[in-house]
């Protein structure tokens, strides 16, 4: 059974870079599409980007300019980055699997509260 | 302000049949095939029916999906206590990225 599971600081201050991880057990992260997405508090959900397990990225248009994703195959584990952050990056961000884009997230890990604040 | 619509509430009772809309545009549903998720409170999203209609296996039949040109649906029949959740619809759109509804909570009565 695929398991993802997100790690990472809770508390981020305002200016600085969000990191996170995800690490996949009980599968390989090859031929697939890894993904993160948010949550803010009470809100919907925002797709954040995917890496490929070769290492390509596709981010969203919105956040483009602030994210950077990364796959390390040999960890089975892919990372995102979200630089200056402000309050209106707080959300709980999850990690999902996809396994051809468009055809749905069907593994997802528990999610990560992350809190932007001084 | 989601790129795909949803109603932010839809109820029921148990038993009956409830219908959930995502519409979209040209470039998304128009476009590119449905998926739907199912969010429990306090719970990571569940992926209930990708493709448009298709299942992911240990999802009951009750749940069932479809699209027409710009729009989609999510159908529960025999509406269950435990079918109150939060349902996202979404789509690829060829802007390249994912879009999202902005969710319908179900209540069931």
């Known amino acids: 059974q695929v398991q993802l599971q997100e790690s990472g600081p809770g508390l981020v201050k305002p200016s600085e870079t969000l990191s996170l991880t995800c690490t996949v057990s009980g599968g390989s992260i090859r031929s697939y599409y890894w993904n993160w997405i948010r949550q803010p508090p009470g809100k919907g959900l925002e797709w954040i980007g995917y890496t490929y397990y070769t290492g390509s990225t596709n981010y969203n248009p919105s956040l483009k300019s602030r994210v950077t994703m990364s796959v390390a195959t040999s960890k089975n584990q892919f990372s995102l980055k979200l630089s200056s952050v402000t309050a209106a990056d707080t959300a709980v961000y999850y990690c999902a699997r996809t396994e051809r884009l468009a055809t749905g997230f069907d593994y997802w890990g528990q999610g990560t509260l992350v809190t932007v604040s001084s | 302000q989601s790129v795909l619509t949803q109603p932010p509430s839809a109820s029921g009772t148990p038993g009956q049949r409830v219908t959930i809309s995502c519409s979209g545009t040209?470039?998304?549903?128009?476009?590119?095939?449905v998926n739907w998720y199912q969010q429990l409170p306090g719970t990571a999203p569940k992926l209930l029916i990708y493709t448009n209609n298709q299942r992911p296996s240990g999802v009951p039949d009750r749940f069932s999906g479809s699209k027409s040109g710009t729009s989609a649906s999510l159908a529960i029949s025999g509406l269950q206590s435990e079918d109150e959740a939060d349902y996202y619809c979404a789509a690829w759109d060829d802007s390249l990225k994912e879009v999202f509804g902005g969710g319908t909570k179900l209540t069931v009565l």
């Open positions: 040209r470039s998304n549903i128009g476009s590119n095939t």
